[in-house]
């Protein structure tokens, strides 16, 4: 089972910045990617930032320019730099690990945090 730990979430005004964190632990075997997902009330989960094992990343339109989304392989943790916040990113934000052992792959969740942009 994996855990996975986010922090970071709060409340910010318009235009500012916050940093979200996750790290992993437990039963990590090969890990395919991890990334960020964000739901808002009323709306469907959608991918925010993902960093694929390898390096390359992924953005949402929305957030492209704004959000950046770094990982530290050795610690298994991943960062979302987000500035210029605007109202709409207001959302809950989760924590994604894809990995896969032998034929079968695994997708594990955060708890979510909440991050409220609103002056």
């Known amino acids: 089972q994996v855990q996975l730990v986010e922090s970071g979430g709060g409340l910010v005004q318009p235009g500012g910045s916050l940093r979200l964190s996750c790290a992993a632990s437990?039963?990590?075997?090969?890990?395919?990617?991890m990334g960020w997902y964000r739901q808002a009330p009323g709306k469907q989960r959608e991918l925010v930032a993902i960093?694929?094992?390898?390096?390359?990343?992924n953005y949402a339109d929305s957030v492209k320019g704004r959000f950046t989304i770094s990982r530290d392989n050795a610690e298994n943790t991943v960062w979302l730099q987000m500035n210029s916040l605007k109202s709409e990113d207001t959302a809950v934000y989760y924590c994604?690990?894809?990995?896969?052992?032998?034929?079968?792959?695994?997708?594990?969740w955060g708890q979510g945090t909440q991050v409220t942009v609103s002056s």
């Open positions: 994604n690990l894809k990995q896969i052992q032998g034929p079968t792959r695994y997708d594990s």
């Open positions: 960093i694929i094992n390898g390096g390359s990343t």
């Open positions: 437990g039963s990590i075997f090969s890990i395919i990617s």
